[in-house]
T-cell receptor, first 112, second 111 residues
Framework: TQLLEQSPQFLSIQEGENLTVYCNSSSVFSSLQWYRQEPGEGPVLLVTVVTGGEVKKLKRLTFQFGDARKDSSLHITAAQPGDTGLYLCAVGVKTSYDKVIFGPGTSLSVIP | DAGVIQSPRHEVTEMGQEVTLRCKPISGHNSLFWYRQTMMRGLELLIYFNNNVPIDDSGMPEDRFSAKMPNASFSTLKIQPSEPRDSAVYFC?????????FGPGTRLTVL
């Protein structure tokens, strides 16, 4: 069983639309990260959330950490083709300061 | 800063051959990770070094895989002998404080 579940697995939308993707688990985490991976490249960290209920904004991207620190959402407003990529959530491992576990990802395609 | 450097970017080899992937982490980072990414299994952690010492190799699929980090600026991942099911993109990442910086990856195709 996966520690992290992400939904939807695939998403294809038109430029200008809004969307939300989700990262869920039955476990509680001290922090959660979101990465974006563009085609042909490695993942790049977008944000780290650490407090239950925390909301962080990065331009058109809004990240929220669930109150119980078991889930998170990423909302994109007015999606653009440059937002196309694989969005991965990741959580730290208690026994290791640097090790993280990645979710399976949501593959987003924004059509011009 | 050049970021994490991986070589080669692409590797095509025949089943049974030895493959060596190379990684230069970001200077000053004390943790290094090797990942494998496939459509079926996503991003999997293979092995993790901290201060050049292997900490967790539970993700290494089998004895055909080995990794070394002889110094703070270089690591290798070796597959011997390679098999078609090893075909994937292999990423190296380094970190200092939980944020991981990934290299561009090596796309390995084993025929």
């Amino acid at each position: 069983t996966q520690l992290l579940e992400q939904s939807p697995q695939f998403l294809s939308i038109q430029e200008g639309e809004n969307l939300t993707v989700y990262c869920n688990s039955s476990s509680v985490f001290s922090s959660l990260q979101w990465y974006r991976q563009e085609p042909g490249e490695g993942p790049v960290l977008l944000v780290t959330v650490v407090t239950g209920g925390e909301v962080k904004k990065l331009k058109r991207l809004t990240f929220q950490f669930g109150d119980a620190r078991k889930d998170s959402s990423l909302h994109i407003t007015a999606a653009q083709p440059g937002d196309t990529g694989l969005y991965l959530c990741a959580v730290g491992v208690k026994t290791s300061y640097d090790k993280v576990i990645f979710g399976p990802g949501t593959s987003l395609s924004v059509i011009p | 800063d050049a970021g994490v450097i991986q070589s080669p970017r692409h590797e095509v080899t025949e089943m049974g051959q030895e493959v060596t992937l190379r990684c230069k982490p970001i200077s000053g980072h004390n943790s290094l990770f090797w990942y494998r990414q496939t459509m079926m299994r996503g991003l999997e952690l293979l092995i993790y070094f901290n201060n050049n010492v292997p900490i967790d190799d539970s993700g290494m699929p089998e004895d055909r895989f080995s990794a070394k980090m002889p110094n703070a600026s270089f690591s290798t991942l070796k597959i011997q002998p390679s098999e078609p099911r090893d075909s994937a993109v292999y990423f190296c990442a380094s970190s200092l404080v939980r944020e991981q910086f990934f290299g561009p990856g090596t796309r390995l195709t084993v025929l």
